[in-house]
């Protein structure tokens, strides 16, 4: 892919990942859940309101982190950190590499990036990829991990989204 052709690229990736967010927002309201979990053992981002009751799952896909302290990017599928079978789902993502013609998309360490908007046009490009509804940035400390939801659901009756 040509740079001019990748610029185009990652403009509508990032174009509809701002659509997909907003929506996802408006019916979800991710940001604004007292507490989040990922249960890899049942593949489920978890989101808890102020009572501890939770309030939305979600199926989601390991896209990557983002080291921020040292501005690196690790792809899932190369992550020993995760089951196997989360780094499996998040695998066909390599196919960027051959799709871009970029090395970054097949690297099995982490690698440098610009700065954490570089992380998010990475997750952008993989949400296209993978057709999925949007993302979740799960934020631990310094670390960042980005998680494609596949599927977003409401579950019990808590009390909701800390007034949003």
């Given at each position: 892919?040509?740079?001019?052709?990748?610029?185009?690229?990652?403009?509508?990736?990032?174009?509809?990942?701002?659509?997909?967010?907003?929506?996802?927002?408006?019916?979800?309201?991710?940001?604004?859940?007292?507490?989040?979990?990922?249960?890899?053992?049942?593949?489920?981002?978890?989101?808890?309101?102020?009572?501890?009751?939770?309030?939305?799952?979600?199926?989601?896909?390991?896209?990557?982190?983002?080291?921020?302290?040292?501005?690196?990017?690790?792809?899932?599928?190369?992550?020993?950190?995760?089951?196997?079978?989360?780094?499996?789902?998040?695998?066909?993502?390599?196919?960027?590499?051959?799709?871009?013609?970029?090395?970054?998309?097949?690297?099995?360490?982490?690698?440098?990036?610009?700065?954490?908007?570089?992380?998010?046009?990475?997750?952008?490009?993989?949400?296209?990829?993978?057709?999925?509804?949007?993302?979740?940035?799960?934020?631990?400390?310094?670390?960042?991990?980005?998680?494609?939801?596949?599927?977003?659901?409401r579950v019990g009756e808590g009390s909701g989204n800390n007034g949003n």
């Open positions: 892919m040509i740079n001019e052709h990748f610029d185009r690229f990652l403009r509508s990736a990032k174009d509809e990942l701002k659509e997909k967010q907003q929506l996802l927002e408006t019916e979800h309201h991710l940001a604004g859940h007292a507490r989040w979990s990922f249960d890899q053992e049942a593949g489920l981002l978890e989101m808890y309101d102020l009572d501890d009751n939770k309030v939305v799952e979600a199926d989601v896909i390991p896209i990557g982190s983002h080291a921020g302290n040292e501005n690196t990017w690790r792809w899932a599928w190369s992550n020993e950190t995760l089951l196997p079978r989360h780094r499996e789902r998040s695998a066909p993502l390599k196919a960027l590499g051959d799709l871009t013609g970029l090395d970054l998309f097949v690297s099995e360490q982490a690698f440098s990036i610009d700065d954490e908007p570089m992380a998010w046009e990475l997750a952008a490009i993989s949400v296209k990829y993978l057709n999925a509804l949007g993302v979740y940035r799960a934020p631990y400390g310094q670390m960042n991990s980005f998680l494609a939801l596949t599927g977003v659901r």
